[in-house]
Protein backbone atom coordinates (compact mmCIF):
# COMPACT_ATOMS: atom_id res chain seq x y z
CA UNK A 1 0.00 0.00 0.00
CA UNK A 2 2.91 2.52 0.81
CA UNK A 3 4.63 1.82 -2.59
CA UNK A 4 1.46 2.13 -4.79
CA UNK A 5 0.65 5.68 -2.58
CA UNK A 6 4.41 7.16 -3.22
CA UNK A 7 3.69 6.12 -6.89
CA UNK A 8 0.53 7.09 -7.20
CA UNK A 9 1.56 10.94 -5.60
CA UNK A 10 4.12 10.63 -8.26
CA UNK A 11 2.00 10.04 -11.02
CA UNK A 12 -0.28 12.16 -10.25
CA UNK A 13 2.09 15.11 -9.67
CA UNK A 14 2.71 14.37 -13.46
CA UNK A 15 -0.28 14.02 -14.10
CA UNK A 16 -1.19 17.62 -13.47
CA UNK A 17 1.58 19.25 -14.42
CA UNK A 18 1.38 17.74 -18.17
CA UNK A 19 -1.84 19.43 -18.23
CA UNK A 20 -0.26 22.96 -17.04
CA UNK A 21 1.36 22.71 -20.13
CA UNK A 22 -0.96 21.16 -22.38
CA UNK A 23 -3.53 23.90 -20.89
CA UNK A 24 -0.76 26.94 -21.54
CA UNK A 25 0.15 25.40 -25.16
CA UNK A 26 -3.95 25.74 -25.70
CA UNK A 27 -4.72 28.54 -23.70
CA UNK A 28 -7.21 26.63 -21.89
CA UNK A 29 -8.06 29.38 -19.09
CA UNK A 30 -10.33 31.22 -17.10
CA UNK A 31 -10.99 34.63 -17.95
CA UNK A 32 -12.93 36.99 -15.12
CA UNK A 33 -16.14 38.57 -16.05
CA UNK A 34 -19.33 40.33 -14.14
CA UNK A 35 -19.25 37.14 -11.84
CA UNK A 36 -16.09 35.95 -11.59
CA UNK A 37 -14.73 36.48 -7.66
CA UNK A 38 -10.93 36.90 -9.11
CA UNK A 39 -9.59 39.28 -11.61
CA UNK A 40 -6.60 37.48 -13.44
CA UNK A 41 -6.68 34.90 -16.16
CA UNK A 42 -6.14 31.72 -14.56
CA UNK A 43 -5.52 27.89 -16.15
CA UNK A 44 -8.42 26.11 -16.07
CA UNK A 45 -9.65 22.40 -16.07
CA UNK A 46 -7.07 21.82 -13.55
CA UNK A 47 -9.80 19.62 -12.06
CA UNK A 48 -8.67 17.08 -14.81
CA UNK A 49 -6.86 15.71 -12.17
CA UNK A 50 -9.83 13.93 -10.08
CA UNK A 51 -10.85 11.70 -12.83
CA UNK A 52 -7.30 10.89 -13.75
CA UNK A 53 -6.73 9.57 -9.87
CA UNK A 54 -9.83 7.32 -10.30
CA UNK A 55 -8.07 5.90 -13.43
CA UNK A 56 -5.16 5.69 -12.03
CA UNK A 57 -6.57 4.10 -9.08
CA UNK A 58 -8.97 1.45 -11.78
CA UNK A 59 -5.48 0.40 -13.51
CA UNK A 60 -2.81 0.21 -10.69
CA UNK A 61 -4.76 -0.71 -7.33
CA UNK A 62 -2.72 -3.65 -6.36
CA UNK A 63 -5.08 -5.33 -5.18
CA UNK A 64 -6.00 -6.52 -8.48
CA UNK A 65 -4.08 -4.61 -10.75
CA UNK A 66 -6.72 -5.09 -13.66
CA UNK A 67 -9.54 -2.97 -14.34
CA UNK A 68 -12.56 -5.84 -15.09
CA UNK A 69 -11.53 -7.32 -11.49
CA UNK A 70 -12.33 -3.69 -10.03
CA UNK A 71 -16.04 -4.39 -8.70
CA UNK A 72 -17.73 -3.33 -5.02
CA UNK A 73 -15.13 -5.18 -3.38
CA UNK A 74 -17.37 -7.35 -1.55
CA UNK A 75 -18.69 -4.51 0.45
CA UNK A 76 -22.25 -3.54 -0.24
CA UNK A 77 -23.39 -0.28 -2.46
CA UNK A 78 -22.64 0.39 -6.14
CA UNK A 79 -19.49 -1.24 -7.64
CA UNK A 80 -16.57 0.95 -8.95
CA UNK A 81 -16.85 0.34 -12.64
CA UNK A 82 -20.28 1.42 -13.22
CA UNK A 83 -19.15 4.55 -11.04
CA UNK A 84 -16.27 4.98 -13.45
CA UNK A 85 -17.64 4.96 -16.53
CA UNK A 86 -20.30 7.38 -15.17
CA UNK A 87 -17.51 9.28 -13.95
CA UNK A 88 -16.15 9.18 -17.36
CA UNK A 89 -18.94 10.23 -18.90
CA UNK A 90 -19.29 13.48 -16.91
CA UNK A 91 -15.76 14.11 -16.79
CA UNK A 92 -16.31 14.49 -21.14
CA UNK A 93 -18.86 16.16 -20.89
CA UNK A 94 -17.82 19.05 -18.38
CA UNK A 95 -14.53 19.79 -19.91
CA UNK A 96 -16.29 20.22 -23.07
CA UNK A 97 -18.69 22.51 -21.74
CA UNK A 98 -15.83 24.26 -19.91
CA UNK A 99 -14.15 25.05 -23.01
CA UNK A 100 -17.63 25.60 -25.37
CA UNK A 101 -20.74 25.98 -22.91
CA UNK A 102 -23.33 23.22 -24.00
CA UNK A 103 -27.02 23.49 -23.46
CA UNK A 104 -28.22 23.33 -19.74
CA UNK A 105 -30.74 20.47 -20.61
CA UNK A 106 -28.10 18.34 -22.46
CA UNK A 107 -25.43 19.01 -19.40
CA UNK A 108 -28.64 17.87 -17.33
CA UNK A 109 -29.36 14.81 -19.32
CA UNK A 110 -25.79 13.36 -19.00
CA UNK A 111 -25.82 13.93 -15.53
CA UNK A 112 -28.98 12.11 -15.29
CA UNK A 113 -27.59 9.17 -17.19
CA UNK A 114 -24.24 9.19 -15.27
CA UNK A 115 -26.04 8.36 -12.31
CA UNK A 116 -28.88 5.83 -13.42
CA UNK A 117 -25.35 4.18 -14.81
CA UNK A 118 -23.05 4.31 -11.93
CA UNK A 119 -25.97 3.47 -9.04
CA UNK A 120 -29.08 1.61 -11.10
CA UNK A 121 -27.79 -1.59 -8.87
CA UNK A 122 -28.33 0.19 -5.38
CA UNK A 123 -31.87 1.76 -6.57
CA UNK A 124 -33.10 -0.84 -8.87
CA UNK A 125 -35.04 -2.40 -5.83
CA UNK A 126 -36.75 0.91 -4.95
CA UNK A 127 -40.19 1.66 -6.27
CA UNK A 128 -40.36 4.28 -9.79
CA UNK A 129 -41.05 7.27 -7.94
CA UNK A 130 -38.14 6.69 -5.38
CA UNK A 131 -35.94 6.09 -8.38
CA UNK A 132 -36.89 9.39 -10.31
CA UNK A 133 -36.85 11.60 -6.98
CA UNK A 134 -33.10 10.16 -5.99
CA UNK A 135 -31.66 10.81 -9.53
CA UNK A 136 -33.27 14.61 -9.21
CA UNK A 137 -31.82 14.26 -5.45
CA UNK A 138 -28.34 13.19 -6.77
CA UNK A 139 -28.13 15.45 -9.68
CA UNK A 140 -29.04 18.34 -7.10
CA UNK A 141 -25.81 17.23 -4.84
CA UNK A 142 -23.35 17.30 -7.82
CA UNK A 143 -24.73 20.89 -9.45
CA UNK A 144 -24.49 22.37 -5.87
CA UNK A 145 -21.14 20.99 -5.83
CA UNK A 146 -20.26 23.03 -8.76
CA UNK A 147 -22.03 25.92 -7.64
CA UNK A 148 -19.72 25.96 -4.66
CA UNK A 149 -16.52 26.06 -6.62
CA UNK A 150 -16.47 30.00 -6.82
CA UNK A 151 -13.31 31.33 -4.64
CA UNK A 152 -9.84 30.35 -4.07
CA UNK A 153 -9.72 27.05 -2.44
CA UNK A 154 -13.14 26.15 -1.63
CA UNK A 155 -13.33 23.27 -3.69
CA UNK A 156 -10.07 21.90 -2.39
CA UNK A 157 -10.44 22.36 1.39
CA UNK A 158 -13.90 21.05 1.10
CA UNK A 159 -13.64 18.05 -0.62
CA UNK A 160 -10.46 17.46 1.65
CA UNK A 161 -12.96 17.83 4.78
CA UNK A 162 -15.19 15.45 3.21
CA UNK A 163 -12.94 12.80 1.87
CA UNK A 164 -10.71 13.15 4.73
CA UNK A 165 -13.63 12.29 7.32
CA UNK A 166 -14.86 9.11 5.09
CA UNK A 167 -11.31 7.49 4.84
CA UNK A 168 -11.72 8.17 8.70
CA UNK A 169 -14.51 6.69 9.43
CA UNK A 170 -13.58 3.62 6.92
CA UNK A 171 -10.55 3.10 8.83
CA UNK A 172 -11.51 2.97 12.14
CA UNK A 173 -15.25 3.19 12.62
CA UNK A 174 -17.06 1.66 9.46
CA UNK A 175 -15.54 0.47 6.39
CA UNK A 176 -17.61 0.78 3.73
CA UNK A 177 -14.98 1.62 0.58
CA UNK A 178 -11.54 0.73 -0.70
CA UNK A 179 -9.15 2.67 1.64
CA UNK A 180 -6.96 2.63 -1.35
CA UNK A 181 -9.67 4.74 -3.92
CA UNK A 182 -9.75 7.07 -0.51
CA UNK A 183 -6.55 7.64 -0.15
CA UNK A 184 -6.11 7.93 -3.93
CA UNK A 185 -8.66 10.53 -4.17
CA UNK A 186 -6.90 12.77 -0.95
CA UNK A 187 -3.63 12.41 -2.71
CA UNK A 188 -5.34 14.14 -5.88
CA UNK A 189 -7.45 16.77 -3.76
CA UNK A 190 -3.72 17.57 -2.03
CA UNK A 191 -2.17 18.08 -5.07
CA UNK A 192 -4.84 20.03 -6.83
CA UNK A 193 -5.08 22.32 -3.68
CA UNK A 194 -1.42 23.19 -3.21
CA UNK A 195 -1.60 24.83 -7.04
CA UNK A 196 -5.27 26.32 -5.94
CA UNK A 197 -5.32 26.88 -2.40
CA UNK A 198 -3.25 30.37 -2.70
CA UNK A 199 -3.79 33.85 -2.47
CA UNK A 200 -3.34 34.09 -6.45
CA UNK A 201 -4.27 30.70 -8.19
CA UNK A 202 -2.49 28.88 -10.27
CA UNK A 203 -5.41 27.06 -11.98
CA UNK A 204 -8.99 26.16 -11.31
CA UNK A 205 -11.05 23.38 -11.31
CA UNK A 206 -13.20 23.88 -13.89
CA UNK A 207 -16.72 22.16 -14.01
CA UNK A 208 -14.23 18.98 -15.26
CA UNK A 209 -13.13 19.00 -11.39
CA UNK A 210 -15.95 20.07 -9.68
CA UNK A 211 -18.82 17.64 -11.11
CA UNK A 212 -16.68 14.72 -10.78
CA UNK A 213 -15.78 15.65 -7.21
CA UNK A 214 -19.19 15.82 -6.31
CA UNK A 215 -19.98 12.21 -8.21
CA UNK A 216 -17.54 10.71 -6.32
CA UNK A 217 -18.77 12.03 -2.83
CA UNK A 218 -22.50 10.99 -3.97
CA UNK A 219 -20.60 7.45 -4.77
CA UNK A 220 -19.08 7.26 -1.26
CA UNK A 221 -22.47 8.63 0.49
CA UNK A 222 -24.21 6.07 -1.33
CA UNK A 223 -21.68 3.24 -0.20
CA UNK A 224 -21.96 4.52 3.38
CA UNK A 225 -25.58 4.34 3.79
CA UNK A 226 -25.27 0.92 1.48
CA UNK A 227 -23.60 -0.42 4.55
CA UNK A 228 -25.32 0.63 7.38
CA UNK A 229 -28.64 -1.39 8.87
CA UNK A 230 -31.22 1.40 7.86
CA UNK A 231 -32.70 -0.26 4.98
CA UNK A 232 -32.37 3.49 3.07
CA UNK A 233 -34.75 4.64 5.37
CA UNK A 234 -32.09 7.35 6.96
CA UNK A 235 -31.10 10.18 4.99
CA UNK A 236 -29.54 11.60 7.81
CA UNK A 237 -25.94 10.44 5.76
CA UNK A 238 -26.19 14.42 4.01
CA UNK A 239 -25.06 15.74 7.24
CA UNK A 240 -21.32 14.88 6.01
CA UNK A 241 -21.82 17.20 3.16
CA UNK A 242 -24.31 19.52 4.80
CA UNK A 243 -22.67 23.10 4.60
CA UNK A 244 -22.51 22.74 0.82
CA UNK A 245 -26.13 21.94 0.99
CA UNK A 246 -27.42 24.48 3.09
CA UNK A 247 -25.48 27.14 1.18
CA UNK A 248 -26.81 26.02 -2.31
CA UNK A 249 -30.76 25.23 -1.58
CA UNK A 250 -30.94 28.31 0.51
CA UNK A 251 -29.61 30.77 -1.71
CA UNK A 252 -31.68 28.60 -4.45
CA UNK A 253 -34.66 29.40 -2.31
CA UNK A 254 -34.15 33.09 -1.65
CA UNK A 255 -33.90 33.81 -5.25
CA UNK A 256 -37.26 32.08 -5.77
CA UNK A 257 -38.70 33.82 -2.94
CA UNK A 258 -37.38 37.48 -4.25
CA UNK A 259 -38.91 36.39 -7.63
CA UNK A 260 -35.50 36.06 -9.61
CA UNK A 261 -34.64 33.47 -11.91
CA UNK A 262 -33.50 30.59 -10.34
CA UNK A 263 -31.42 29.17 -13.52
CA UNK A 264 -29.95 32.11 -14.15
CA UNK A 265 -25.93 32.72 -13.23
CA UNK A 266 -24.87 34.47 -9.96
CA UNK A 267 -22.83 35.32 -7.22
CA UNK A 268 -25.56 35.22 -4.52
CA UNK A 269 -24.17 32.74 -2.19
CA UNK A 270 -23.17 33.50 1.33
CA UNK A 271 -19.25 32.63 0.44
CA UNK A 272 -19.53 34.66 -2.48
CA UNK A 273 -21.49 37.79 -0.29
CA UNK A 274 -18.39 37.31 2.54
CA UNK A 275 -15.48 37.42 -0.47
CA UNK A 276 -17.21 40.21 -2.60
CA UNK A 277 -18.72 42.29 0.06
CA UNK A 278 -17.70 42.11 3.26
CA UNK A 279 -14.15 41.39 1.34
CA UNK A 280 -12.92 38.23 3.87
CA UNK A 281 -9.88 36.65 2.36
CA UNK A 282 -10.66 34.00 0.41
CA UNK A 283 -8.74 31.55 1.81
CA UNK A 284 -10.34 32.23 5.31
CA UNK A 285 -13.92 31.70 3.98
CA UNK A 286 -12.79 28.51 2.24
CA UNK A 287 -11.34 26.74 5.55
CA UNK A 288 -14.16 28.24 7.47
CA UNK A 289 -16.38 26.32 5.46
CA UNK A 290 -14.11 23.04 5.76
CA UNK A 291 -13.64 23.16 9.13
CA UNK A 292 -17.61 23.62 9.97
CA UNK A 293 -18.17 20.40 7.72
CA UNK A 294 -15.73 18.79 9.82
CA UNK A 295 -16.82 19.56 12.89
CA UNK A 296 -20.48 19.11 11.93
CA UNK A 297 -19.29 15.51 11.06
CA UNK A 298 -17.32 14.70 14.05
CA UNK A 299 -20.10 15.66 15.89
CA UNK A 300 -22.70 13.11 13.38
CA UNK A 301 -19.81 10.15 14.07
CA UNK A 302 -20.47 10.64 18.37
CA UNK A 303 -23.91 11.59 18.48
CA UNK A 304 -26.82 8.81 19.31
CA UNK A 305 -29.41 10.07 17.48
CA UNK A 306 -28.18 11.18 14.23
CA UNK A 307 -31.39 12.20 13.10
CA UNK A 308 -32.08 14.85 15.86
CA UNK A 309 -29.07 15.72 14.99
CA UNK A 310 -29.28 16.36 11.05
CA UNK A 311 -32.11 17.94 11.70
CA UNK A 312 -31.17 20.63 14.78
CA UNK A 313 -27.86 21.21 12.59
CA UNK A 314 -30.01 21.87 9.61
CA UNK A 315 -32.06 24.25 11.41
CA UNK A 316 -29.02 26.25 13.36
CA UNK A 317 -27.60 26.31 9.04
CA UNK A 318 -30.53 28.23 8.16
CA UNK A 319 -31.28 30.51 11.11
CA UNK A 320 -27.77 31.58 10.61
CA UNK A 321 -28.33 31.83 7.22
CA UNK A 322 -31.42 34.06 7.16
CA UNK A 323 -29.66 36.16 10.11
CA UNK A 324 -26.98 36.81 8.04
CA UNK A 325 -28.88 38.05 5.06
CA UNK A 326 -31.23 40.27 6.71
CA UNK A 327 -28.26 41.61 8.19
CA UNK A 328 -26.16 42.16 4.84
CA UNK A 329 -29.41 43.53 3.15
CA UNK A 330 -30.10 46.56 6.13
CA UNK A 331 -26.46 47.17 6.05
CA UNK A 332 -27.29 47.10 2.18
CA UNK A 333 -24.32 44.63 1.47
CA UNK A 334 -26.83 42.09 -0.31
CA UNK A 335 -25.34 40.97 -4.04
CA UNK A 336 -28.76 40.67 -5.09
CA UNK A 337 -27.91 41.18 -9.08
Known sequence: MVIYLILTFIALIAYELLYFALAKRLHIVDRPNGRSSHHRVVLLGAGVIFILAMVHYALFNPASGLLLHLGGGGLPGAGFLPFLGGALLLAVVSYVDDLRPLPSWLRLLAQFAAIVLAFYSSIATLHLWQMILLVIVFAGILNVYNFMDGINGMLAAYSLAVVGIFFLVNQF??????????????????????????????????????????????????????????????????????????????????????????????????????????????????????????????????????????????????????????????RGLSTDK
Request: glycine share 6%; net charge neutral; hydrophobic share 55%.
Open 173 to 330: VHPFADPLLLATLLLAILIFGFFNFRTHARCFSGDVGSIVMGFAVVYLLVRYDSSMPDEGQNVSFLCFIIVFLADGLLTIAKRFLTGRNILEAHREHLYETLVNDLHAPHLLVAAGYALLQAAISAGYLVVADKNLYTFVVALCLVVAYGLFFNYCRR
